[in-house]
């Protein structure tokens, strides 16, 4: 009672939003980010859906995927994860310039001023989701439930939409603060000021912080700056990375004794490792361009599989499905198009840069093919069978 008393003797209670003044949580900072950002998110969309689909393929699309150029997939690969990579230090700012948005008051004005705000929402989540499970498959860390393709493929297409829906509704203000010339709302100052310079020279150092010290791990003439990012193109034996051993995938020497190479089809037949070397050898330049971003070329020798397929009585463009060694694991099985399979640089290849391919490599036999994911690129393969 007495607390009530005093309370209501005293200035009306209100609740009093911050306040939020100056250049940098302006519109114009908002709209000189948000184009930055905006920009990345659809490299990174455009390359994503892309990946997707070479490395998933609808039937209709599987047999009509091109083996060039051969630098295909690690050039859109590597643009997925290094324009992500930069998205982050970009959503941070913009994130940081408009937060003073949070306090509007009152809360909701109007059916339309709530839709608004549900939208931004769910572009904040899928942002921060999308960038979140990305990065941390680059380190190859899954700390959550549920698997990770499908569901980053998903709220990619969430957060696209929510991102059309966004720049839908604030393109007048877009509009108005697109260029420093453009008029715009009276309040506009004319000229930029040193704060929003310095404030966007930053965000612009940190992007370029993060994409210097990262996009070696697959523009390798930059590797020398690779100091953040998960793999290295020269850490790993025979010159090139390993994603993952053969101890991880349970192939220890035993697993190898009495190997042979199993060729299903209209003539079926198996060869033994001496066999397979005696026949006629071709070499390649290819590079492994792995889904989580680092890529390597490398020396691959070995015989073609349209060498192999043409043996066993295929007709040419047969699709084929190839068969790792390793008992489990979600790249033991491999299917592979026409475009790829009648292709002279696709090898079932037995050495690399010159030497016998090590275990981890994928000793005795590994596929290389040109202008495809590295989780294709089957490792200790026992049989390839005609579909
Ligand atoms: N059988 C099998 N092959 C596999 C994998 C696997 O897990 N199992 N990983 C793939 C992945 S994700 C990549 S990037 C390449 C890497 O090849 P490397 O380890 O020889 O560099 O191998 C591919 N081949
Ligand atoms: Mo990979």
Redesign the pocket.
């Known amino acids: 009672m007495e607390d009530m008393r005093i309370r209501r003797a005293g200035p009306p209670l209100t609740l009093r939003p911050p306040r939020f003044a100056g250049r940098l949580h302006d519109p114009r900072t908002a709209t000189a980010i948000g184009r930055w950002l905006g920009a990345a998110i659809a490299l990174c969309f455009v390359t994503g859906v892309l990946s997707h689909y070479v490395q998933r393929p609808p039937d209709w699309l599987a047999g009509a995927l091109p083996g060039r150029p051969v630098w295909g997939y690690r050039v859109t690969q590597g643009l997925h994860v290094a324009s992500g990579i930069a998205a982050i230090p970009l959503l941070l700012a913009k994130l940081w310039a408009v937060y003073p948005r949070l306090f509007v008051w009152p809360a909701l004005r109007s059916v339309r001023h709530a839709l608004e705000r549900i939208s931004v929402a769910v572009l904040v989540a899928a942002s921060v989701f999308q960038l979140g499970t990305g990065l941390l498959n680059t380190a190859q860390w899954y700390p959550w439930p549920f698997s990770f393709i499908p569901v980053h493929f998903a709220v990619a297409w969430l957060l696209l939409g929510a991102l059309v829906l966004h720049i839908a509704v604030k393109y007048p203000e877009i509009k108005a603060h697109w260029s420093r010339r453009s008029p715009g709302t009276l309040e506009l100052p004319a000229e930029e000021g040193p704060d929003r310079r310095s404030l966007l020279a930053g965000v612009a150092a940190a992007v370029g912080a993060v994409t210097l010290t990262t996009v070696g791990q697959s523009l390798t003439p930059l590797r020398w700056f690779d100091l953040l990012a998960p793999r290295h193109p020269d850490h790993g034996e025979q010159g ?5 051993t053969a101890a991880a ?1 349970g192939v220890g020497p035993t697993a190898l004794d009495g190997w042979r190479l199993t060729v299903t089809g209209p003539r079926s037949y198996s060869l033994t490792l001496d066999q397979l070397a005696a026949l006629p050898q071709h070499t390649v330049t290819l590079p ?1 361009a ?1 889904v989580e971003g680092w890529s390597k070329s490398a020396r691959w020798t070995g015989v073609r599989v349209r060498d192999l397929l043409e043996r066993a009585g295929a007709p040419p463009g047969a699709a084929l499905r190839v068969v ?1 060694l ?1 008992r489990r ?1 979600a ?2 099985v491999m299917e592979m198009g026409g475009g790829y399979t009648d292709d002279p640089l696709t090898l079932l290849a037995l050495r690399l840069n010159g030497e016998v391919l090590s275990l ?3 000793y005795p036999a590994r596929v290389i093919a040109p202008n495809r994911p ?2 294709w ?4 393969v026992s049989g390839m069978e005609v579909v």
């Open positions: 090139l990375p390993v994603n993952r995938a492994i792995c790792s390793e694991g790249y033991r981890d490599h994928g590295g989780v690129q089957t490792k200790w």
